[in-house]
């Protein structure tokens, strides 16, 4: 069974440029979730999808950031534009939506670089 | 509420012992943990449940103490690829139970 894929795994762009983030969970897995991860630090969650609604996006900062689920599958974080803090890993992961058992995978992430 | 992780690091050599601490602030209701290598994405180990039982995977095992919010990992003769970062996830019991919170994590190195 194939795990959660993103792209790009690596992406530098210059600030103020827009970059996205693209995400296909493990299929069948009705729930979905962002990521962000500084250096030396946990992840972070940005936003929580059940199917195509964002159910959790209280620590998405919503002046730059963006994201859609359309049809409940694959999804896209946008940054628009990006700032040299923005510099982290973004992770996705996917789960069932089991309640406090549900298990997370997570995909390998995709390391951006503001310069 | 961001689980306190202890120790924030630790250097075993191959076949120590070590025990790494996850405590949370409020009531939970189970709490998991997760293993991540440099450069890779986390990786789930297991799941403990308020009123289940210590968990066990390979030579790695946790118990949760719902009275002290408390879960401890433990991990027995330390291998070369139990290194990395040792990640605890709270889940409340209560409003706002699904909220989803990782530890600092523990970086764990093992040397030969």
């Known amino acids: 069974e194939a795990g959660v894929v993103q792209s790009p795994r690596y992406k530098i762009i210059e600030k103020k440029q827009p970059v996205a983030f693209w995400c296909n969970p493990i299929s069948g897995h009705n729930t979905l979730y962002w990521y962000l991860q500084n250096l030396g630090q946990g992840p972070e969650l940005l936003i929580r999808?059940?199917?195509?609604?964002?159910?959790?996006d209280s620590q998405l900062p919503k002046d730059r950031f963006s994201a859609e689920r359309l049809k409940g599958v694959d999804s896209t974080l946008k940054i628009q534009p990006a700032e040299l803090g923005d510099s982290a890993v973004y992770l996705c992961?996917?789960?069932?939506?089991?309640?406090?058992?549900?298990?997370?995978?997570f995909g390998p992430g995709t390391r951006l670089t503001v310069l | 509420q961001q689980p306190v992780q202890s120790p924030q690091a630790v250097i075993l050599r191959e076949g120590e012992d070590a025990v790494i601490n996850c405590s949370s602030s409020k009531a939970l209701y189970s709490v998991h943990w997760y293993r991540q290598k440099h450069g890779e994405a986390p990786v789930f180990l297991m799941i403990?449940?308020?009123?289940?039982e210590q968990k066990g995977h390979d030579k790695i095992s946790a118990s949760f103490n719902e009275k002290k919010q408390q879960s401890s990992l433990y991990l027995t003769a330390s291998q070369l690829s139990y290194s990395g970062t040792y990640f605890c996830?709270?889940?409340?019991?209560?409003?706002?139970?699904?909220?989803?919170?990782f530890g600092k994590g523990t970086k764990l190195s093992v040397i030969p």
């Open positions: 992961a996917s789960s069932l939506g089991q309640g406090v058992t549900d298990t997370q995978y």
């Open positions: 996830i709270n889940r409340g019991s209560g409003a706002g139970s699904y909220q989803l919170t």
């Open positions: 403990l449940l308020k009123g289940g």
């Open positions: 999808y059940e199917n195509e609604e964002a159910v959790d």
